[in-house]
């Protein structure tokens, strides 16, 4: 009886605590895109200054631009983009493609400061 009431609690527990997928995850930024397969959001779009395109934003000047549990930050090509906030890689790669990684970084200049995040950047397309 008392391996049958643990089981129940450990799944409560695992249940209240979600899927640990953030806002901006279930909104489907930095899902893989292109120009026949549009983004989720209507106020995303196909950003395909990036290898496999990147659903997003661009020209945010703050994180108020972003959705929530993602940043405005300053890309390596010079733009500022609305790009997840991470932990660790695989939090970039939820909707990407073996191909098309995105890796996770503080390195790039965030518009609000870096306030001890990283942020999932996606291989530019050489474009």
């Known amino acids: 009886m008392s391996r049958i009431l643990y089981a129940l609690v450990v799944i409560a527990v695992l ?51 972003c959705p929530a549990g993602s940043a405005c930050v300053t890309a390596d090509n010079g733009m500022n983009y609305c790009f997840l906030i991470c932990a660790d890689k695989p939090d970039c790669n939820v909707r990407r493609s073996l191909d098309n990684e995105s890796n996770c970084t503080s390195s790039l200049a965030f518009a609000d400061g870096t306030k001890d995040r990283k942020v999932c950047n996606p291989p530019s397309s050489g474009i």
Do not use: N, P
Request: with cysteine; glycine share 14%.
């Open 15 to 65: 249940c209240s605590c979600g899927d640990g997928t953030s806002e901006a995850i279930k909104r489907g930024v930095g899902s893989e895109c292109s120009d026949m397969v549009k983004c989720s959001e209507a106020d995303q779009v196909c950003l395909t200054a990036f290898k496999g395109g990147y659903c997003g934003r661009a020209d945010c000047v703050h994180d108020t631009d």
